[in-house]
């Protein structure tokens, strides 16, 4: 029995030692904390059985009994708090996914995502983008003008060749890697936060 | 005191005055540990001025020294916009999945209420599919308590109007007052008399505090005005009628009132509330004045 | 065409539009670079910065980005080829703005009054005039054949006419390109901008500075002129200093402040120790002949009159004893005349960051220009923002080990007599074996080494060594197989005028498979398929041999 809270124990320090890094999930562990679960439960129904049939002779029942059958509904109860919270800590992970990159996944970020979380960050980000819309007349895109603007224009050097990068008064840049341009910060931020762009500073 | 900032927002008419003012919440929504009350018409009146100045700046010349100006300043707004609501959602994230305590509720924006419910609806329907549902019958219901916001913070907060004998905690009441160099002082406070602090409009008064006792009349009659507007409206002429000043304030209860003239127990009762704080804060006041006095006479002798 | 106001006619054509800017692989053009960029971003011009080594870089980058801008500005480059034969831009309205320090300036490129317009000024240059370079039947010969019923001797006459210009007009061209030297620095022009624009101060300065100080330091310009223009930079420096008196009581320990004094030409002096930077100093060492088992006796010699102890000199710099450091000028200028070392002063800025960082100009631009050569040109422009001093700090460290590596190499060269001479220059050749071969694989390195042989050479034979050029070859590093060969006047000749860019093409039409062509911006380098060189070499031989004859 103790294995089973030490395994519990085990996802949730996984989960606190990386924060930002999505580990694939651990579907053994969790398999068999569900087995252990059932294990325990079928064993309480079973001693619960035993005390109803007990008690409709006696009056008494053992006390030890009872004792067993609170610690393991302490055990489920904790059992299932441990995988809560690997749950939830992964969801936390997923949603800083959302906050850096964007509604899309791209395959490295799937990577170690199963089904029903990708489902989640769907909805997530779905939820998400109706908030933004739904503020003001137009909306509001929350992931840019992330650092207080100190100019209208900065200087940003190419880090890797991305092509042809449209401006908002229709000029046509390109970008290939090795060249350094001036141009409008609200522009840049997104290829900036790609990585495909870096601000010069002075 | 939504009352209050509702008046707020209608008095301020020039753009300035709307930034200014969403600038001051902005800085209080960052630091504050816990939400502050939605400032939904401010953000609306920013977003509709980004609007104008958009369409303004469209038409304007490129080379036009005013243009560059104003775009900045577009940006900033816009920074500021974006950065208050993303501090909001981090907040309400720490709870997540969790819902908010009813009490909360007030604070959030409309957007912000539907984004919660969504965002829960899922998270429970991903809990269910990948854990819940494999889990004994017994332990499948999962319901998360309300989260309540702790306040148990500290922050600093800088005083922008005098405010003297504000109560801080349950035993200590604190002197705002404006600093005396152009430098603001901060004061160090518990978050929860904080965001009072910060809805409130500050009580004010501009010179050194009369102690209760020593009222007059005119005293009573601004003190009713202040706190009571309902009632001045209604009994104000029985106050004056009656010479009520401070001394007969404080020795007031229930039955004076009635015998003044006030019948509706509504009335007697709130006003009969309102006079009980009055005099609990003098009380307050005079026990500091005597420990501060006794700690004066004290100190010769310990040394 | 010649630009006449830089403001009205340059800056203000810019104003509002996308410019693309080349910049070249010298630290002349960095600083240039530099000073346009902040123009750039004072008044919000947008613009994109490529930086070009070779005349296939300027091509590829006008392909590029030549849809984005109408405008073109080429520092320290295309000055001297025509840009728009070499570099055959699409789009027929882009203008040219060029700023090169390189001479001759093309005659395409003056006389293009459309697309091409030079920035810089030329003083004396021996321009040929228009009508003697350009005629209006140049090509038509086919059809004054056809003419008939004309008189014969009027044909006749003028078709003698037309050789006789054609001839003078080859002649004309052959003089006026047959040196390649530089005129002013490109940041000295930049800077005069930024000042009719009251846009200057003591950072752009500084800027200009260090371009000043690379040419000398390359020695493309001859040592009165950098002072008189260390004069005019002085005067400038003198008014911001008064300037900032003015404005503030206070003054602000993180602003830069410029100093101009006579100062000991030892490289990179204060960043090493004092026995290291005579070493690697050119002069110094080539006076003593440091790499001579005398020599370094003969150095002791001198210290020892100097009154420094050995154990100091081989300290670093800034722990030296205080005594010692303030007064170790004093006393080689003392006996400077002694040892008759000629050139141990020399007149240079140095700026003042704070309490921490002292620069010299001329260690500036040095540790700058080996960035450079390692190939990282953004890393080289980082070097010279205040704010990442670690870098420039990084290139010193660079330099210095450069510089240890050069000297080890000319002591070989000196031991092995490896120098050898033709009877009409010097040439020295390092194998692909030698250690450090790599390191001189670059255009900057072999530069600094060819002159350190040179010196060095001519410090050990005197007679007539000084008046040969010299031509050394190293294997190249970017162009495996081919070697890259360099070549510099003679140590007599004061100016920078270099005849090898014409020598080597001319060396290269005989050798046409073994070369190639136009790898570098540079006009006195050039890259020789190895097994070649000998052949290259004999036939530059014979290219002097005419040269001389000629004279």
Request: glycine fraction near 4%; proline fraction near 3%; hydrophobic fraction near 40%.
């Amino acid at each position: 029995m103790t294995s089973l809270a030490d395994q519990g124990l085990s996802l949730v320090k996984e989960i606190l030692r990386c924060p930002d890094y999505l580990q694939p999930m651990r579907e053994d562990a969790l398999r068999n904390i569900f087995e252990e679960m059932r294990a325990l439960n079928e064993a309480n129904q079973k001693d619960v059985r035993l005390i109803s049939a007990a008690d409709s002779e006696r009056s008494d029942g053992a006390p030890d009994v009872h004792v067993v059958l609170y610690v393991r509904h302490q055990l489920l109860l904790r059992l299932r708090r441990c995988i809560m919270a690997y749950l939830d800590g992964r969801l936390k992970v997923i949603r800083e996914f959302r906050w850096a990159f964007g509604p899309v996944l791209t395959k490295d970020l799937k990577a170690n995502m199963t089904d029903g979380e990708q489902k989640w960050f769907i909805d997530y980000s779905a939820s998400l983008g109706r908030y933004m819309s739904s503020i003001g007349e137009t909306g509001v895109d929350l992931l840019q003008h992330s650092k207080p603007p100190k100019s209208l224009y900065v200087e940003v050097r190419v880090l890797e060749d991305y092509g042809d990068f449209e401006t908002e008064d229709g000029q046509v840049v390109v970008l290939a890697k090795n060249s350094t341009h001036f141009l409008e910060r609200s522009q840049c931020e997104k290829l900036i936060r790609q990585g495909v762009l870096e601000h010069v500073v002075t | 005191m939504s009352d209050n900032s509702d008046n707020e927002v209608e008095e301020l008419s020039s753009a300035a005055q709307v930034a200014q003012r969403f600038q001051e919440w902005w800085i209080s929504e960052r630091n504050c540990p816990v939400l502050l009350p939605y400032q939904g018409e401010l953000v609306d009146c920013l977003l509709d001025q980004l609007d104008h100045m958009r369409q303004g700046l469209a038409q304007l010349k490129a080379s036009d020294l005013r243009a560059g100006l104003h775009r900045l300043e577009v940006e900033r707004i816009q920074y500021l916009i974006n950065d208050y609501l993303r501090s909001r959602l981090k907040k309400i994230h720490k709870f997540l999945p969790q819902r908010p305590a009813p009490d909360m509720n007030v604070l959030l924006s409309d957007q912000e209420r539907t984004f919660i419910d969504d965002v829960v609806n899922a998270t429970f329907k991903h809990f269910h599919a990948s854990a819940l549902s494999q889990m004994p019958t017994g332990m499948q219901q999962l319901s998360l308590p309300e989260r309540a916001e702790e306040r148990d913070h500290y922050v600093f907060c800088r005083v922008k109007k005098a405010a003297p004998g504000v109560m801080v905690d349950a035993d200590s009441i604190v002197d705002f007052d404006v600093a005396k160099s152009s430098q603001s002082a901060g004061h160090l406070l518990g978050s929860n008399t904080s965001s009072q602090a910060s809805t409130n409009d500050d009580e004010l008064r501009k010179k050194t505090p009369v102690p209760v006792v020593l009222w007059k009349n005119a005293d009573v009659m601004r003190w009713l005005k202040r706190c009571c507007a309902d009632q001045h409206t209604m009994y104000a002429h029985l106050f004056l009628e009656h010479d009520i000043t401070g001394r007969s304030l404080v020795r007031m209860n229930e039955c004076s009132l009635e015998k003044m003239g006030i019948t509706n127990p509504d009335h007697k009762s709130e006003l009969f509330r309102e006079i009980l704080k009055l005099k609990l804060k003098s009380d307050i006041l005079e026990i500091k004045d005597l420990e501060r006095a006794g700690a004066d006479q004290s100190r010769p002798s310990s040394n | 065409m010649f630009v006449q106001d830089l403001k009205t006619e340059f800056y203000d054509v810019l104003v509002n539009q996308r410019v693309l800017v080349l910049c070249g692989a010298d630290v002349d053009a960095l600083v240039s670079c530099k000073i346009l960029q902040y123009l750039f971003q004072c008044d919000n011009i947008l613009y994109t910065l490529v930086p070009v080594t070779r005349k296939q870089d300027i091509t590829e980058a006008l392909e590029k980005h030549g849809e984005t801008g109408r405008y073109v500005v080429l520092l320290n480059c295309g000055g001297t080829f025509d840009i728009l034969e070499d570099c055959k831009p699409e789009n027929e309205n882009l203008v040219f703005f060029i700023a090169d320090a390189h001479r001759p300036f093309n005659v395409y490129n003056v006389y293009n009054n459309s697309q091409v317009r030079i920035l810089s000024p030329t003083e004396n240059e021996n321009i040929p005039g228009f009508e003697d370079v350009f005629r209006d039947d140049m090509d038509s010969d086919a059809e004054e054949e056809e003419e008939e019923g004309r008189d014969l001797d009027e044909i006749l006459e003028r078709k003698r006419q037309k050789r006789a210009w054609i001839e003078n007009r080859n002649r004309l061209l052959f003089d006026y390109t047959q040196f390649n030297y530089f005129g002013k620095a490109t940041s000295l022009t930049m800077f005069e901008l930024c000042w009719k624009m009251s846009r200057d101060s003591t950072v752009i300065l500084w800027y200009a500075i260090i371009g000043l100080s690379d040419q000398l330091v390359h020695r493309r310009i001859e040592s009165d002129k950098y002072v008189t223009e260390c004069g005019l930079l002085q005067g400038h420096m003198t008014r911001h200093d008064q300037l900032y008196d003015q404005n503030s009581s206070e003054s602000n320990v993180n602003s830069l402040k410029l100093s101009f004094d006579k100062e000991l030409n030892l490289i990179f002096l204060k960043h090493w120790t004092l026995l290291e930077s005579m070493r690697h100093t050119q002069h110094f060492a080539c006076r003593f002949k440091m790499w001579t088992v005398r020599g370094q006796k003969k150095i002791y010699e001198f210290l020892a009159e100097l009154g420094v102890p050995l154990s100091q000199c081989k300290q670093i710099f800034a722990s030296m004893d205080i005594t010692f450091r303030s007064s170790i000028k004093e006393w080689i200028f003392k006996l400077a005349d002694k040892y008759s070392l000629d050139e141990i002063g020399a007149f240079c800025f140095s700026a003042n960051l704070g309490y921490k960082h002292k620069f010299n100009a001329l260690d500036v631009a040095t540790a700058v220009n080996t960035i450079l050569d390692q190939g990282d040109f953004f890393k080289a422009l980082d070097a010279l923002s205040w704010s990442r001093i670690e870098i420039l700090e990084k290139g010193i460290e660079a330099s210095k080990t450069k510089l240890i590596s050069i000297f080890q190499q000319v002591q070989t060269f000196l031991e092995t007599r490896q120098i050898a001479s033709t009877g009409r220059y010097l040439y020295a050749v390092l194998q692909e074996s030698t250690p450090n071969s790599k390191l001189f694989g670059k255009p900057g390195a072999l530069e600094d080494l060819a002159h350190f042989l040179q010196a060095a050479y001519v410090a050990r034979k005197s007679r007539d060594s000084p008046l040969f050029p010299m031509v050394v070859a190293a294997p190249s590093v970017t162009f495996p197989g081919y070697s890259l060969v360099i070549g510099i006047p003679p140590q007599a000749e004061t100016s920078s005028r270099n005849l090898f860019a014409q020598v080597f093409n001319q060396a290269a039409v005989h050798c046409s498979s073994a070369i190639q062509k136009d790898a570098y911006l540079q006009e006195n380098l050039i890259l020789v398929q190895s097994e070649h060189s000998r052949q290259f070499f004999e036939a530059i031989y014979d290219l002097l041999c005419s040269v001389d004859g000629r004279d």
